[in-house]
């Protein structure tokens, strides 16, 4: 028998240590409420101490894509028919997504930022097949197809060195802006705010009007719009469908970067394409590719001064743009006047325009004198080395590029017709007059028609419809081509007018459109 001495003693031990492993129990609220009862939590092994906290899985860009669909999904005929259209053609779609495959992810975070119906991800792959040069034949330009007016409106910086409609970031924050808007406009209602994004809130509006009078509803559905805004809205849900279930089409889609596949670096100034490639370690190709809204070699000398970079490349950009002194980063050439020459005189012999040269020298007019000096703006590496973006400099045609070295007896005329092309297309091409003087072993850009060759990036062809009032004159200051490649386009006679109606084929280089 254990004496009741000891057995106190024993008894405040083992509530001594049973106390020690019981959590602080937290003071009533009330003097009335009952002391709450401890509990005794058991430790737990140590091989679970990380189980609350496990490895994130990888990110599913598609999967996020799907569970923001909020847009109406209804079994429209004209629905099916673009679904019906999308799933014969299997290997477009796909390509068309592997062409957004830099920009997705990116719109996706600005769309989910927004609260948007993700769908808005993928209108770009109606409105331009993810091309940032897409163009078409009412001057509507980049992913989100801005013409200059509603570019302008918001902000898009549309010159000589940029077109903000092409560039990623400013043309999409743009498109959110204006299809936030217009969803406001039409009260929350998302398919009047694309079908108004297409052809115009007034068009909508004036839809609407005309369906309230005749006791109609004034939904999408039961709009009559103009036949493309008809199909417009119809094509987002189409893909919209197939991207839910792809394996129901039997397509298969790419994978997308689980984060926005490129950094957003500060450049502050003005930087030369070519040098940031070197510095970043890319090709200036692939910087073109996150950068598409450039129009020259350089970025813009008032800014926005950033540029996108790959993610693999962003510290080291950052780390050699710091150590780089600032004359390097771009080049500049002083240029003496001469006698006699116009600011139109310089601005032709360097590639520029007569609005850069007074921007640049801060000039209120276009008088020079002979003997000052002015800046110009001028690439700092050779030619090739700009692949994508000097192309866009130089005057250029439609196909594949040759060299012809000048023989003895060779004129401009001689020249042309060897090649089946016109005197004013040679001249063109290599800064001549019609009547210039070409000396023997001279070499010559000659621009060869072919077939299935690969053209230019910029170059887009587009179908124009002739207009009342219309002139070869007018439509080439339209589209800045020259009326001789209009005629040789479409085989026009030089004695013959253009009747309204008539369609034409023009290439345009989407990076002069802004520069005119």
């Not at 013409?147 to 409106?153: M, R």
């Not at 005329?413 to 007059?433: C, D, E, P, Y």
């Amino acid at each position: 028998m254990i004496p009741i001495r000891y057995s106190l003693i024993i008894l405040s031990a083992l509530l001594s240590a049973s106390c020690a492993t019981v959590e602080p129990v937290p003071a009533p609220t009330t003097q009335t409420e009952p002391a709450a009862v401890p509990v005794i939590e058991q430790p737990q092994p140590a091989q679970t101490v990380h189980a609350a906290n496990p490895i994130p899985a990888p990110r599913d860009p598609w999967a996020e894509l799907r569970d923001g669909f909020r847009l109406e999904h209804i079994e429209h005929k004209s629905v099916r028919k673009a679904i019906s259209r999308y799933s014969r053609s299997p290997r477009d779609v796909v390509d068309i997504f592997v062409r957004g495959n830099p920009y997705m992810t990116y719109i996706l975070d600005e769309v989910r930022m927004r609260g948007f119906p993700t769908e808005i991800v993928l209108l770009p792959f109606v409105e331009s097949g993810f091309d940032p040069f897409a163009y078409s034949h009412g001057r509507a330009a980049g992913l989100w197809q801005f013409i200059p007016g509603t570019g302008k409106i918001y902000g898009l910086k549309q010159d000589w060195w940029q077109d903000e409609r092409r560039d990623i970031i400013a043309s999409t924050e743009a498109a959110l802006d204006h299809l936030g808007k217009l969803q406001r406009q039409f009260e929350g209602d998302w398919l009047l705010a694309l079908a108004a994004y297409n052809s115009g809130s007034g068009t909508v509006r004036s839809a609407m009007r005309r369906n309230r009078t005749a006791g109609k509803p004034t939904d999408f559905w039961h709009l009559k719009l103009p036949r493309e805004t008809r199909a417009y809205v119809p094509r987002l849900l189409a893909i919209s469908a197939i991207v839910r279930h792809p394996e129901k089409y039997n397509i298969s889609l790419p994978a997308l970067p689980a984060d926005t596949a490129f950094a957003v670096v500060d450049t502050e100034g003005q930087l030369d394409i070519a040098v940031a490639a070197e510095l970043a370690g890319v090709t200036t190709e692939a910087l073109y590719r996150l950068n598409p809204g450039f129009n020259r070699w350089a970025t813009h000398p008032d800014g926005p001064h950033r540029l996108l970079v790959p993610n693999a490349s962003a510290d080291v950009f950052r780390d050699n743009l710091s150590a780089m002194p600032e004359n390097e980063r771009s080049r500049w050439v002083r240029h003496r006047i001469s006698k006699g020459e116009t600011l139109s005189h310089i601005a032709k012999r360097y590639d520029t325009t007569v609005a850069v040269l007074r921007s640049t020298n801060q000039l209120s007019g276009t008088m020079v004198r002979a003997g000052r000096h002015l800046l110009v703006p001028v690439a700092s590496r050779e030619a090739s080395q700009y692949a994508d973006i000097m192309a866009s400099t130089t005057p250029r045609g439609r196909g594949s590029k040759t060299t012809y070295r000048v023989q003895d007896g060779d004129n401009l005329w001689v020249i042309a017709k060897k090649h089946s092309v016109t005197v004013h297309q040679v001249a063109h091409w290599n800064r001549l007059g019609t009547k210039g003087i070409i000396r023997p072993g001279q070499e010559l850009v000659i621009w060869l028609k072919d077939a299935g060759g690969e053209h230019d990036k910029r170059l887009r062809s587009i179908r124009y419809t002739v207009r009342n009032g219309d002139s070869l004159y007018l439509i080439s200051r339209k589209f800045s081509v020259s009326i001789a490649e209009l005629r040789q386009w479409n085989k026009l006679d030089e004695d013959k007018y253009l009747q309204p109606g008539q369609k034409l084929t023009l290439y345009v280089d989407v990076t002069r459109l802004s520069s005119s």
